[in-house]
């Protein structure tokens, strides 16, 4: 009788993206409260540097967390696959409550101010994501979570699930880069052409926004690094494949 399956390894070079993915993250994070601090005077809710609350935040949920969010299923490989479900959608979780906690403090800081509302591109951008990425939850939510469709259901959404999961990502990377230079055109007006050191720093700050975006999707659409299944998921598409072909299913 045979024994349990062994875990399967991780690819040899995945360990090394995923940890290239977080330092950049991190250093895209720091930097951006390195760059409200040094120049637009820090971060305080209750006074004019509440608009500084909606970068940070929109980096940290809608670039950061989501981006982690999205590379759990490369990570955790051999972990139970509700368990690994349930991390990423509190990830998600996490990211949409930090994210509207900034949407809240630009909507606050600009009502305070006397200023007009969803005028830019960078803002019809910013209420797209941020309404996609919920509906996107909400949908995920309930198809593979709770109460959860059939596995019919969900082997035919999944495709799509994934696909526009990576296009929020990006869409929200985009438009993190839209409000970057929306905020050094308004600050630095003419200025921004002459090597100020914010809008030096702000531009290697889109630079490695950039880059964590790109190492993300690269390891996201690595086919040879998908988690593999396990014995239970294997058991599943098998007999799904059976009813619905009348044969056994390939091998995924």
């Known amino acids: 009788m045979e024994g349990p399956a062994s875990p399967a ?9 995923v940890a290239f993915s977080q330092l950049l993250g991190l250093t895209v994070v720091a930097m ?33 967390l989501q981006g982690d969010a999205l590379l759990v299923y490369r990570v ?13 959608g509190l990830l998600h979780v996490f990211a949409f409550v930090i994210a509207l906690v900034g949407l809240v403090a630009v909507f606050e800081h600009h009502r305070k101010k006397g200023y007009a509302d969803l005028y830019s591109l960078h803002s019809w951008c910013g209420i797209l994501v941020f309404a996609l990425f919920f509906a996107q939850w909400l949908v995920g939510f309930s198809f593979f979570l709770f109460p959860g469709a059939s596995f019919s259901l969900r082997s035919r959404y999944r495709p799509q699930h994934v696909f526009f ?39 290697v700050l889109g ?38 072909e009348g044969d056994s299913p390939s091998s995924q």
Not at 42 to 54: C, D, K, P, R, T
Not at 179 to 189: C, V
Request: net charge neutral; proline share 5%.
């Open 207 to 244: 630079l490695l926004l950039a880059a964590f975006a790109t190492v993300v999707l690269y390891i996201l659409t690595r086919a040879d690094w998908k988690r593999p299944l396990q014995a239970e998921e294997q058991a599943l598409s098998m007999d799904f494949k059976t009813l619905t």
């Open 32 to 64: 951006t409260g390195a760059w409200l601090g040094m120049y637009r005077g820090g971060i305080a809710w209750e006074s004019a540097l509440q608009f500084n609350v909606h970068p940070l935040c929109m980096v940290i949920g809608l670039v950061f």
């Open 9 to 17: 390894p991780a690819p040899g070079a995945l360990p090394y993206y």
């Open 76 to 88: 955790f490989r051999n972990e139970a696959k509700r368990t690994t479900k349930v991390l990423h």
């Open 165 to 203: 999961g990576a296009a929020i990502f990006l869409l929200s990377v985009a438009t993190a880069l839209l409000g970057l230079k929306e905020a050094l055109l308004f600050e630095l007006g003419t200025k921004y052409s002459t090597f100020e050191p914010e809008g030096v720093l702000a531009n």
